[in-house]
């Protein structure tokens, strides 16, 4: 009778012990679940944990946070999988920097290399490096890589401190990964900091793919698209791994893109203009628009520099082309001055949807 109790007593224990490894089994899983939700909302953990801890000071705080979205951009450089991660990318004015959703940092003010070649290229570009100026913007399609590439080694300014953006043709992307070898020998520079796809264009993706397996093996730091907008984005960025970092395109006064720059901003990718100043041929005209002349005379300013700053106020880098070192000078001289709300308001009413190019 007893042997029969304590077999009783026996089987009500291990049916008592498989229940709780069943109730085990159920926590970890929705343990798993938590995991991955606290994942995709781990800025609101973190801001609670740091309000706990009142010792760390903002600075710490800054940099803790910095650090975690470095580590998570690192994860997703290394996986190359997850294109979801977005940060802030909002404007330094400190350092006049942005940091891209790649993990790098990159200036908000550059030169952009558009119909420069030869002497005159290298001699722009050195004129800017001897300005402060840090970003320079290239393309096959420039015929210039060669002459960025000489300035950039001959400058004397230590390779990091540049950051060297090129274009892939529509012509090089049936085969990207000889184009990619092909920039990295024009250049000559170790490595590039960014390459864009120049236009939307028949094996767009295969291309950009190629540039991920460039990214991969340590020949590109950064990815981005020009002439890319809302329709073309939605479609072409569930075909990649990695989100681009930048979006270049037309923007100036009279081609504001207002639809186009809050949604790329959503996306956690920074925007760069290009034809700040209108494009040549056009820069006369908008240089010389009354409203822009008018708040130009306010701040003691030039026109090319309200536009500039009119650009940078919005979240937009600027590159624009020079050959001229008094006007390269010019273009970097933005951080003294600041519109006002109203001023920057009268710069938007200017827009005319006017495009100054085909694309
Ligand atoms: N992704 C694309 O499809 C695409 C298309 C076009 C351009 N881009 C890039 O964007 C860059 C900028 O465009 P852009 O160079 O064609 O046009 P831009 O910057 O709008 O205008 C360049 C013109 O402005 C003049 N300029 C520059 N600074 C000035 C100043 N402070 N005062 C008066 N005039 C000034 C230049 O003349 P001076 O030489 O006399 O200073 C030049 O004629 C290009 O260089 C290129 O890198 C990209």
Known sequence: MKRLY???????????????????????????VMEQQGQTESAGTTEQ?????????????????????????????????????????????????????????????????????????????????NSGVRLIDTAYMYHNEESVGEAVRNSGIPREEIFVITKLYPNQFSDAEAAIEEALVKLDIDYIDMMLLHHPGTDDVEAYLAMEKAVADGKIRSLGLSNWYVEELEEFIPQINIMPALVQNEIHPYYQENDVIPYIHGLGIVVQGWYPLGGRGYTAELLGNEVISEIAAAH???????????????GVVVIPGSSNPDHIQENTELFDFELTREEMERINALDRREKHDWY
């Open 6 to 32: 304590n077999l009783i007593l026996a089987c009500l224990f291990m049916v008592s012990l498989s229940a709780c490894g069943k109730q085990a089994g159920t926590d970890s899983s929705t343990d798993q």
């Open 49 to 129: 944990t740091e309000q706990e801890q009142p010792a760390v000071s903002e600075a710490e705080q800054t940099e803790a946070q910095t650090e975690d979205i470095l580590t998570d951009r690192e994860e997703q450089k290394i996986e190359g999988g997850d294109n979801t991660v977005t940060g802030d990318i909002s404007f330094n004015f400190e350092t006049k920097t942005v940091l891209l959703n790649s993990g790098y940092e990159m200036p908000i003010f550059g030169i952009g290399t558009y119909s420069l070649t030869g002497d005159t290229c290298v001699e722009s570009v050195t004129a800017a490096l």
């Open 300 to 314: 003691g300013k030039s026109s090319a520099q309200v536009i500039l700053r009119w650009n940078l106020q919005k």
